[in-house]
């Protein structure tokens, strides 16, 4: 076919394209003057019997018609010729120079709004100019959109027009012969055009898709569908104003209709975006369509200018607001008690993620087992046998030995033989303070006061020892704990003694630590009994902190020397059946031993204060009250911001979900590090103020939303 002369006069170039009726050519008019091109339209009928050749031939001068008319708009190719030849037809128009909008649309070239609205105003007065003519083009899309050198865009390829009343889909018969035409493009051609009853808001369906596709960078068949209203769904893949989304909305709506009717209503809807509002304290500014963008041509910097700027400066102002109540509401919440439970669930937590630190070399445990009780047939061992475990141990000179066992009462035989060994320079006794019922039990007499520590724990209210009550007050006494009676004759021979602060009485320095006291709101504390000299019980290990064996192994010699020389023996119940067990930080996350004998609980608190003495470490810190309350705020406020400046759901979640991380794992390496800052408030406190921010946004847009469908859709 190629250099074909055609009519005489039309030389074929190249093939350009083929569909419907044939196939369409460039060619040069060889009778002008100066070299001239064209586009020839070669429609080739299905038969050669003539009755489809009269259909053929009225089809044919009917698109010739509608042709010269559309012809006229400037944006529009111009009819030049038609003509029969050899049964076969031919329509030349004019050639446009430039290039289709398919080889500009891309995901790394997608158009901003101002030049999308533009597009759309373009597109929609060609448009109106065609439906004003009772034509339907049937077949908008970037392939059939020529951009020329000068920027004008023009609508091409009217070879599947149709003329109001005419039957082109679904054929026209004559005896036993149909002919059918039908052109159309998958994903720009809404549901009524591929049923074969095209509509003016099929071409509106049409353009709306290609101006989605001009925003977005995206193929119409790459954009989910939503499965239950066959709507596009676009607005998650691009940010745009309400004004032009509600427009594109409703120009790709599945039910046509629900569409828009004509080009001119979109038109209409389109002037009234600059009749919008673009200051609107009440609307959250970056959903606003800035005046800047209302009108900007095709090469515009359609960057928001300040007053945009300074309308989300604005918003930002409402957040920081909200944010700064709810981190008061928090802190309210908080000072009332009501989060403790949760801060002392994060901290049991905490504390089970905090490294394990080996066997304290210093401690020896002697532990009576249920197998010791059943060997000596007693609920606990008598006088003679402790009398003979304690001579043992200082044939070995440990030295310290702290007996955990009330001996008040005597266990005969052996009394006098127990007292004997009690009397020992390096023994600490235990006594039982008891609470306000009563309770207590004294030491075993004979044992002077410098040699007597109480055993009685600070049990939190959920029945879980976190605290080290080293000093307490007894009937106008101060007496030390059993864990410090031990410390301190331990680090004795070592130089070490408690001294007071200089400049605060009320605070210890313990070698190379300072002991300062807990109080009733630190940490995640809010009203705990702070009562005597408290610090946090820094756990060393749930199991094995220090070498152990039974009174067994003392009696039948089965132990190293090593173990005890030099060291700190413990001698106390681990048998179940003694009912001296505790609950613990580790409890919730242990299968089985989950509860922790009480000699195994003081070995903590020994261990703790050696290491703090002589090591430096070991002690929990705390921050301030107002440095807990600037935590929480700084979260709330982070959660605000976040929540007002990320509009994108995913972008939000993942945002929302990493500063999550940041607090609990913030929180987790000062943990590690020994220090304890709330955790849940300020959790608290950036998730409430995340959900409101985001809540209030969308607020803000339904309204702003309504207020916009109002004055689009209201003449």
């Given at each position: 076919m190629l250099d074909t002369l055609i009519g005489g006069r039309y030389k074929v170039i190249r093939l350009l394209g083929s569909g419907g009726f044939g196939r369409t050519y460039l060619a040069q008019d060889i009778q002008q003057s100066e070299p001239f091109y064209c586009v020839i339209k070669h429609f080739q009928p299905i038969s050669q019997d003539e009755r489809i050749l009269t259909v053929a031939r009225r089809l044919f001068e009917t698109e010739a018609r509608i042709l010269e008319r559309l012809g006229k708009h400037e944006q529009i190719p111009r009819l030049i010729d038609f003509f029969e030849e050899n049964h076969e037809f031919y329509i030349v128009e004019d050639f446009v120079d430039g290039h289709a909008l398919s080889d500009e649309f891309s995901r790394d070239?997608?158009?901003?709004?101002?030049?999308?609205?533009?597009?759309?105003?373009?597109?929609?007065?060609?448009?109106?100019?065609?439906?004003?003519?009772?034509?339907?083009?049937?077949?908008?899309?970037?392939?059939?959109?020529?951009?020329?050198?000068?920027?004008?865009?023009?609508?091409?390829?009217?070879?599947?027009?149709?003329?109001?009343?005419?039957?082109?889909?679904?054929?026209?018969?004559?005896?036993?012969t149909q002919f059918t035409v039908g052109i159309c493009t998958h994903g720009y051609t809404p549901g009524e055009q591929l049923?074969?009853?095209?509509?003016?808001?099929?071409?509106?369906?049409?353009?709306?898709?290609?101006?989605?596709?001009?925003?977005?960078?995206?193929?119409?068949?790459?954009?989910?569908?939503?499965?239950?209203?066959?709507?596009?769904?676009?607005k998650d893949v691009v940010r745009v104003s309400p004004g032009l989304s509600l427009i594109l909305d409703r120009m790709v709506?599945?039910?046509?209709?629900?569409?828009?009717?004509?080009?001119?209503?979109?038109?209409?809807?389109?002037?009234?975006?600059?009749?919008?509002?673009?200051?609107?304290?009440?609307?959250?500014?970056?959903?606003?369509?800035?005046?800047?963008?209302?009108?900007?041509?095709?090469?515009?910097?359609?960057?928001?200018?300040?007053?945009?700027?300074?309308?989300?400066?604005?918003?930002?102002?409402?957040?920081?607001?909200?944010?700064?109540?709810?981190?008061?509401?928090?802190?309210?919440?908080?000072?009332?008690?009501?989060?403790?439970?949760?801060?002392?669930?994060?901290?049991?937590?905490?504390?089970?993620?905090?490294?394990?630190?080996?066997?304290?070399?210093?401690?020896l445990i002697v532990q009576i087992t249920e197998t010791d009780l059943q060997r000596l047939q007693r609920v606990t061992p008598s006088d003679a046998t402790l009398s003979e475990v304690l001579s043992t141990l200082q044939e070995h000179s440990p030295r310290v030995i702290g007996l955990d066992l009330y001996r008040d009462i005597p266990q005969d035989p052996g009394r006098d033989l127990l007292l004997e060994q009690l009397q020992a320079d390096n023994v600490i006794a235990i006594t039982k303070m008891g609470d306000v019922a009563g309770g207590h039990i004294p030491a075993p007499p004979g044992v002077p006061d410098n040699r007597i520590g109480f055993n009685d724990f600070p049990i939190d209210a959920d029945g879980i020892v976190r605290r080290n009550l080293i000093f307490a007050s007894y009937e106008s006494q101060v007496l030390h704990s059993f864990a410090m009676r031990v410390a301190l004759l331990y680090l004795k021979e070592e130089g070490i003694v408690p001294v007071n602060v200089e400049h605060d009485p009320e605070q210890l320095d313990l070698g190379q630590s300072r002991l300062i006291p807990l109080e009733s709101n630190s940490g995640g504390y809010q009203s705990v009994d702070a009562a005597g000299y408290q610090i946090m019980l820094r756990y060393r290990a749930p199991h094995h902190l220090a070498q152990a064996i039974t009174v067994s192994n003392i009696l039948d010699g089965n132990f190293d020397p090593e173990w005890i020389s030099d060291r700190i023996v413990l001698i106390g119940t681990t048998?179940?059946?003694?009912?001296?067990?505790?609950?613990?930080?580790?409890?919730?996350?242990?299968?089985?031993?989950?509860?922790?004998?009480?000699?195994?609980?003081?070995?903590?608190?020994?261990?703790?204060?050696?290491?703090?003495?002589?090591?430096?470490?070991?002690?929990?810190?705390?921050?301030?009250?107002?440095?807990?309350?600037?935590?929480?705020?700084?979260?709330a406020l982070v959660g605000g911001g976040i929540a007002w400046y990320v509009r994108h759901p995913l972008s939000l979640g993942l945002s929302s979900a990493s500063v999550l991380v940041i607090i609990v794992g913030t929180s987790i390496l000062l943990f590690v590090n020994q220090g304890w800052l709330p955790v849940v408030a300020p959790v608290l406190a950036f998730i409430i103020a995340d959900g409101a921010i985001v809540s209030y946004r969308f607020y803000r847009l339904h309204r702003y939303q309504q207020a916009i469908e109002t004055m689009m859709w209201t003449d």
């Open positions: 070239n997608c158009l901003d709004e101002g030049q999308v609205i533009e597009f759309l105003r373009d597109v929609l007065q060609i448009l109106d100019f065609v439906h004003e003519n009772r034509v339907i083009h049937r077949d908008i899309k970037p392939g059939n959109l020529i951009r020329r050198p000068d920027g004008q865009i023009v609508l091409i390829d009217f070879g599947a027009v149709k003329e109001l009343g005419t039957q082109l889909l679904g054929g026209e018969k004559s005896g036993n049923a074969g009853s095209p509509r003016f808001s099929s071409d509106i369906y049409a353009l709306g898709m290609t101006a989605i596709q001009a925003l977005t960078g995206q193929q119409p068949t790459e954009l989910p569908v939503d499965p239950d209203t066959s709507q596009i769904l676009w709506r599945y039910e046509f209709r629900t569409r828009f009717q004509s080009a001119a209503d979109v038109l209409r809807s389109l002037d009234k975006l600059s009749e919008l509002p673009t200051n609107i304290t009440a609307v959250p500014p970056s959903m606003l369509l800035p005046e800047s963008m209302l009108r900007l041509p095709l090469n515009a910097d359609s960057r928001p200018g300040p007053g945009w700027r300074g309308q989300l400066r604005s918003g930002l102002g409402v957040a920081i607001a909200a944010s700064v109540a709810i981190a008061a509401g928090v802190i309210g919440v908080q000072t009332l008690g009501w989060l403790e439970p949760l801060e002392l669930s994060a901290y049991d937590h905490m504390v089970r993620l905090q490294p394990r630190l080996d066997p304290d070399p210093r401690l048998a179940p059946s003694a009912r001296d067990l505790f609950n613990t930080p580790y409890t919730a996350g242990l299968n089985e031993d989950h509860q922790m004998a009480g000699v195994i609980i003081h070995a903590q608190m020994v261990s703790q204060l050696l290491t703090a003495a002589t090591d430096g470490n070991a002690l929990y810190w705390f921050v301030p009250l107002q440095a807990e309350m600037a935590w929480i705020l700084l979260w």
